[in-house]
C-alpha cells in the first residue's frame, strides 16, 4: 500500500522561506509527483509537479520564481522549497502521487493523482 507523509509546515513570516519534504512508503517511486494546497475556504489547487527523473517540472502562475519542487530518488522523497512567501501562500499542503511517471494533460488536476498525503499546514503571517 502507497503512503503518502508530508513534513515541514509551520509559521513563517511574510518574506520568508519554508521547504515542505514528502515521504513515499510501499513504492518504487518512479511515478510523476505534485503538490496541492487548498487556502482557507477555497478549492485545493495544483502547486508544482514533477517528472518521475526530476528532468521536467510545471508550477502554477502564482508561485513560478518561489517555489521549486524537487525529488530525491533514492531517498523516494519530494520537496517543496518555497521562497518569498506571502499570506497568500497559507494554505494546507498536499502531496500527490500519479501511477504514471510522465507529467500529462491530468497532471494538472486532482483527477490525475491515485494517491494523496493528509497534508500539511503552512501559514505565513504578514
Known amino acids: 500500500q502507497v503512503q503518502l507523509v508530508e513534513s515541514g509546515g509551520g509559521v513563517v513570516q511574510a518574506g520568508g522561506s519554508l521547504r515542505l519534504a514528502c515521504a513515499v512508503l510501499?513504492?518504487?517511486?518512479?511515478?510523476?509527483m505534485a503538490w496541492f494546497r487548498r487556502p482557507p475556504g477555497k478549492e485545493r489547487e495544483l502547486v508544482a509537479v514533477i517528472h518521475w527523473s526530476g528532468t521536467s517540472t510545471a508550477y502554477a502562475d502564482s508561485v513560478k520564481g518561489r517555489f521549486t519542487i524537487s525529488r530525491d530518488n533514492a531517498k523516494n522523497t519530494v520537496y517543496l522549497q518555497m521562497s518569498s512567501l506571502k499570506p497568500e501562500d497559507t494554505a494546507v499542503y498536499y502531496c500527490?502521487?500519479?501511477?504514471?511517471?510522465?507529467?500529462?494533460?491530468?497532471?494538472?488536476?486532482?483527477?490525475?493523482?491515485?494517491?494523496w498525503g493528509k497534508g500539511t499546514l503552512v501559514t505565513v503571517s504578514s
Open positions: 500527490a502521487a500519479d501511477r504514471s511517471g510522465v507529467i500529462h494533460s491530468g497532471s494538472y488536476y486532482q483527477y490525475g493523482y491515485h494517491y
Open positions: 510501499g513504492s518504487t517511486f518512479n511515478n510523476a
